[in-house]
């Protein structure tokens, strides 16, 4: 995804890019960099579970989330990425 606004919210690289469908799609990026798959899997669900309830999923995105691998496991939580997609609209 080289087209599309790149944002940083939270330790989340964030790529933004129009899409011609009615509703967002969430595309995830998680190198080995960021941890072990224990670690990779439980960030992966987190966005998967915040995105899914957000209501940015009605807009005309695409999104690509890409962890920092300074982001911390133990500080992740589902009301963290609620609030970076929060972010991200605003910012929008």
């Known amino acids: 995804m080289k ?3 790149r ?5 989340l690289n964030l790529v933004i890019a129009p899409n011609d469908r009615s ?3 969430l595309g995830l990026a998680v190198s080995r960099k960021y941890g072990n798959a224990v670690q990779c899997n439980r960030l992966k669900r987190c966005l998967r579970s915040a995105f899914r309830q957000h209501h940015i999923r009605e807009k005309q995105f695409d999104i690509l ?3 920092s691998p300074h982001l ?4 992740i939580h589902e ?3 609620t609030a ?3 972010t ?3 910012r929008l």
């Open 23 to 25: 509703n967002a799609r």
């Open 79 to 81: 009301q963290m990425m």
């Open 7 to 11: 944002f940083r919210v939270s330790g």
């Open 88 to 90: 991200l609209l605003k």
């Open 72 to 75: 911390k496991t133990d500080r």
């Open 3 to 5: 087209q599309g606004k």
């Open 65 to 67: 989330a890409i962890p």
């Open 84 to 86: 970076c997609f929060d």
